[in-house]
């Protein structure tokens, strides 16, 4: 996904922003206007409810970035826990296993940009 960023400050034409694989769709883009907004609510989805009641996460998104992280990284730990153990399970364990990974990793990409990291597009030759 790539998204177009005007610089109005330096009145710089726009830039591409590249977001990479693995990124929400619901969050937009780096540097694009609200995307912190979307990330935050984003975030919070992963996020057991209470903590939607605590500001100082809400605030503070990187914060709650790995808060998102460790909880997904416990519901990881969890599900593993009962594969191994052969407990019967209402869910289909092994859909239910990638769709955590998959929103591990978003979430990881998601605190990196947080943290100032800027994701550019490797060029191939």
């Known amino acids: ?12 034409l726009p830039i591409q922003v590249f977001v990479p694989s693995g990124w929400p769709e619901m969050v937009g883009a780096p540097g694009t206007p ?3 907004e979307d990330a935050t609510r984003w ?6 409810s209470e903590y939607r009641e605590y500001p ?10 790995r808060f998102a992280a460790d909880n997904v ?11 191994e153990s ?8 092994e859909a239910e ?5 998959t929103v591990r ?14 994701f550019i597009r490797a060029v191939r030759n």
């Open 86 to 93: 052969d407990q019967p399970s209402l869910l289909d364990d």
């Open 43 to 48: 975030l919070l989805e992963s996020c057991p």
């Open 1 to 12: 996904m790539t998204a177009a960023i005007f610089c109005p400050a330096t009145h710089e």
């Open 105 to 118: 990793k978003a979430i990881a990409l998601v605190e990196e940009a947080l943290r100032g990291k800027v």
């Open 34 to 36: 609200g995307w912190e």
């Open 73 to 83: 990284e416990s519901d990881l730990c969890e599900l593993r826990k009962g594969l």
């Open 97 to 101: 296993e990638l769709r955590l990974l």
């Open 56 to 65: 100082t996460l809400t605030r503070h998104p990187t914060l709650l970035a």
